[in-house]
């Protein structure tokens, strides 16, 4: 399973070696020690994890190429003459590359570089280099725009590390040139090879010294895809040790069983003008379960937009109240902490109950205090710094989790007894990153929207049809519907061409006229963004023109178009997020994606939205383009860095992986083994960063 039956001091003795400071390596020179220094890579372990970000097969080259590709090629030439040209304040440099064969029929390429005055001084005719690039025809010449390059030079017995074999290429910094680096990779490769194998995670897999080895210096691409597969292992189990440490801390934890008859939420859920949907008395159910436990519930309620994750909520709040504790609801904007209050009076003032709300500027109650305590609370981050306030907190519910940071939320769990925690995310994640962000939590899905709801017609339009979005706008604002138009950015930029907010709103309100146009963003002032959300929701404004700051929670059931401008700068995660905002009635609602863009990348991108509303198969893709950290949220999510492993690809090996990291705890709880020491670092380094996974 692990490396049990192997030499327990072997262990050790290679741990303690790997991480050695660089400065303590005796087989680095001083001048490649600054390499590494420079590279931000402190110990021999760091720099063998300093991967490659690609690969060249430089035992055979691409021949010189007749016309445009869409896929970049490696070729091998000789300098034939370097030139440079001004193009106003730009300055081109210009090199033709001929191949070696020095022929009547040699090919030839022309590589450009611009602005990169250096380059005069360090390429020449004659030399001979490699060049990496996307060829493109234009009129009778080869070009080769920005190409990656490095200059082929006489280094006797080193030639075997950069030529004849599939090389490797790393990323590199300022002041760092390809081939310095590799030389050092290959001895660090050397060194890792004399020291003794220490075994494998996984009996199907390669000993992590030889996939160390086969990762920068491949013997094969087969050997290659090996060596990734037992390194991406590595980052599985890494994941899933943090978060079942986690997990079995929360379990350790002491609560208090919230029991109730239910009385109360049932009377809540009968006086409701529509019924609950099966996927939401399920939750239901799961969430009473877990409540009536001495361990603390620590559960995701995972659901698309729309699919009535806050009702959900308010039942597991009312199950608490009538068990005798104070409930809590953490939002992580102002605006939709005043949207839960509103609505949360609106539903449970028939019950009698005391409801307050808590934010940064807004401190309010539906009733006198005299009556006692607030029985629910609703706030945003305030409620982290007026903990005072709960006297018997039973339930915590945060909103929008991955808004928020585990160490925030984590503040209100610090009370004794622990509360239950439910958190509420309407962003629907693969099951993948699921089992790596939320490893901790048990999952309750709402796969159901409800019945009264229509799909919502998406359609991908040029940016030149706004004349015909405009007719479309009054058209629909004439029928009593009301109108989002989002926009990626608040201002102008001198480094962003994209249309902007602020600017945009100025032309809407004169093409519109008479019609009434609002602006929302996210440097108003709190007052000013309720101000405005006011008069939207009461239908004195008909059409808002905002930024994303509408994204989360916004509920106003008679806003039934939304026009998305650059929708291409926008994740697919994000786009379904903002469609989520209408389509909340009865009303046929209808999202506009703009774009100018024309690549069909951008376009299949948003072909997806055209013909899904699910938000897991949406989610799916967009891990697919973005990756789990963009997708959630680089610092939020809590996410160790997936270097090798793909959460898409490598689907069974994450499986596997938490199998073998249950093993592994169960078996050395505290990770004292040496075998097991190298996962400590990761719990160390999350905990230094604030990120969720130490906690």
């Known amino acids: 399973m692990t490396s049990v039956g192997r030499s327990g001091q072997t262990c050790k003795m290679n741990v303690d070696r790997l991480n050695q400071p660089v400065e303590q390596l005796a087989w680095l020179a001083e001048s490649q020690r600054k390499i590494v220094q420079r590279l931000g890579l402190s110990t021999w372990r760091l720099l063998l994890e300093h991967y490659p970000r690609r690969y060249e097969d430089r035992a055979r080259f691409a021949a010189f190429p007749t016309g445009s590709s869409e896929e970049s090629i490696c070729l ?8 440079a040209q001004y193009f106003g304040r730009r300055k081109i440099v210009e090199v033709t590359l001929e191949d070696l064969l020095d022929t009547v029929l040699s090919g030839r390429v022309t590589c450009r570089w611009f602005n990169q005055h250096y380059l005069q001084r360090m390429l020449a005719a004659g030399q ?77 897999s390669m000993p992590e010294e030889e996939a160390l080895s086969q990762i920068h210096f491949p013997a094969s691409w087969l050997a290659r895809e090996a060596a990734r597969k037992a390194l991406a292992m590595s980052e599985f189990v890494a994941m899933q040790i943090v978060a079942q440490q986690r997990k079995r801390s929360l379990a350790a934890l002491k609560g208090e069983r919230h029991v109730a008859t239910g009385e109360l939420t049932e009377q809540f859920l009968a006086a409701l ?19 009536a436990k001495t361990v603390p519930m620590s559960r995701l309620l995972q659901g698309d937009v729309g699919s009535g994750k806050t009702l959900v909520a308010a039942a597991a709040m009312l199950y608490a109240v009538e068990a005798g504790y104070q409930a809590a609801l953490m939002a992580p904007t102002q605006v939709l902490a005043e949207q839960h209050f509103d609505n949360f009076r609106l539903w449970l003032d028939p019950l009698d109950l005391r409801i307050a709300l808590r934010t940064g500027t807004r401190q309010e109650t539906s009733h006198l205090e005299l009556h006692g305590a607030s029985q629910i609370v609703i706030g945003t981050h305030a409620l982290l710094h007026e903990a005072e306030q709960f006297q018997r907190l039973g339930l915590l519910v945060v909103d929008e989790q991955h808004k928020f940071g585990v160490l925030q939320r984590s503040r209100l769990l610090e009370r004794k007894p622990v509360p239950d925690l439910l958190v509420m995310s309407a962003t629907p994640i693969p ?48 029928a009593g519907r009301q109108v989002y138009i989002i926009y990626p950015v608040i201002e102008e930029s001198e480094t962003l061409s994209v249309k902007a907010a602020t600017t945009e709103y100025r032309k809407w309100e004169k093409l519109l006229i008479p019609l009434r146009c609002g602006l929302l963003h996210g440097r108003l002032t709190p007052q000013e963004k309720e101000r405005v959300m006011e008069e939207f929701r009461c239908a004195r404004i008909d059409v808002l023109v905002s930024t994303t700051v509408i994204e989360v929670g916004i509920d106003v059931p008679n806003a039934t178009v939304m026009l998305i401008e650059s929708s291409e700068r926008f994740g697919l995660a994000q786009l379904h997020q903002l469609r989520g905002r209408i389509g909340r009635s009865q009303h046929q609602s209808y999202c506009i994606l703009l774009t100018d863009r024309e690549d069909p990348g951008a376009l299949d991108k ?11 198969e949406i989610a799916e893709a967009d891990l697919r383009i973005r990756g789990p950290g963009d997708l959630l949220g680089t610092v939020q999510s809590g996410l160790l860095p997936l270097r090798l492993a793909s959460l898409v690809e490598d689907e069974a090996l994450l499986f596997r992986a938490k199998d073998i990291a249950s093993a592994i705890l169960d078996q050395d709880p505290l990770l004292q083994q040496p075998q097991h020491q190298r996962f400590t670092r990761f719990a160390v380094k999350n905990e230094e960063n604030g990120t969720n996974l130490a906690n």
């Not at 948003?606 to 699910?614: D, G, K, V």
């Open 431 to 478: 099951r993948t990153l699921a089992m790596t962000v939320y490893g901790d939590l048990e999952i309750s899905v709402l796969d159901e929207k409800p019945t009264n709801r229509k799909p919502i017609i998406t359609r991908v339009r040029p940016s030149a049809k706004i004349p015909e979005a405009t007719s479309f706008i009054r058209e629909r604002v004439a």
């Open 76 to 83: 091998r030439g000789r300098i034939k003459k370097i030139s």
């Open 128 to 204: 001979e280099v490699i060049v990496f690039g996307r060829p493109k025809q234009s009129r009778h010449r080869i070009y080769l725009d920005h190409p990656e390059f490095e200059l082929i030079e006489e280094e006797g017995g080193e030639e075997n590390i950069h030529m004849g074999r599939i090389t490797p290429i790393y990323p590199l910094t300022e002041g760092v040139r390809q081939r310095a680096l590799r030389a050092i990779m290959f001895r660090a490769i050397q060194e890792l090879r004399v020291l003794p194998p220490t075994g494998e995670l996984d009996p199907d």
């Open 273 to 291: 003008p529509f019924q609950t949907t099966s996927a939401q008395k399920r939750a239901i159910r799961e969430i009473r379960k877990d409540m």
């Open 606 to 616: 948003l072909a997806i939205l055209e013909r899904s509303e699910n938000g897991f």
